[in-house]
């Protein structure tokens, strides 16, 4: 209900995602994924530090998203997926990645605490890279986009099962997989 009322406010929403996003960008700085240091250290799985706060975002959001879902406080509305989306977004974003050494989450993050490299590199390379993908999003999504589109948004969806089936298996096994992360000091 109050979610429902909010829903129809997009000035307060976007003042509530504006602090949001500074509440985001100042927990990667406290867990240390805006340091370039720490996501090259990822990139040569000498330290898994953004494993570690992905993983983690990954089960708190699953658990509090769907919380929410069952009480009836949010509902969710996926985008549809494809193999050629999921293909060429995961092609952009690793090119980003590896070339910056920031994902477009950290590269906010480590512009907020001062690097320049992000603000001009990153932030510049944002721009760039979304104004030639939506030059060429006609012709990307005839040909490649639209390939391969997934019959569901979700995989309970897929299964046709309470996702509460995949969240608590899913949740356990990030848990003790970062658990064994810690214990061999990893």
Known sequence: MMLTTLHENKRLQLFIGFLI???????LYIGGVTEYN??????????FTVIKVMLTAVVVGMIGVYAMRCRG????????????STVI????FGM???????CPGTVAGAVGHGSLDALFGGVT????????????????????????VFRSMTIPDYLKINPWYIIIPLCILIVA???GMEYFGI
């Not at 996003?21 to 927990?27: E, K, Q, S, V």
């Not at 720490?38 to 330290?47: A, H, N």
């Not at 969710?76 to 997926?81: A, I, S, V, Y």
């Not at 977004?89 to 952009?92: A, S, V």
């Open 73 to 84: 406080m949010v509902e969710l509305h996926p985008k549809p997926g494809s193999i050629g």
């Open 177 to 179: 997989f970062l658990a």
């Open 125 to 148: 390379g944002i721009l760039i890279g979304a104004g030639i993908f939506a030059a060429a999003y006609p012709a990307l999504d005839e040909k490649i986009l639209s390939k391969g």
């Open 38 to 47: 720490v996501i090259l250290g990822q990139l040569l799985l000498t330290d």
């Open 96 to 102: 980003g990645f590896a070339i910056l050494g920031y």
């Open 21 to 27: 996003g500074i509440c985001f960008g100042g927990f």
């Open 89 to 92: 977004g995961g092609i952009i």
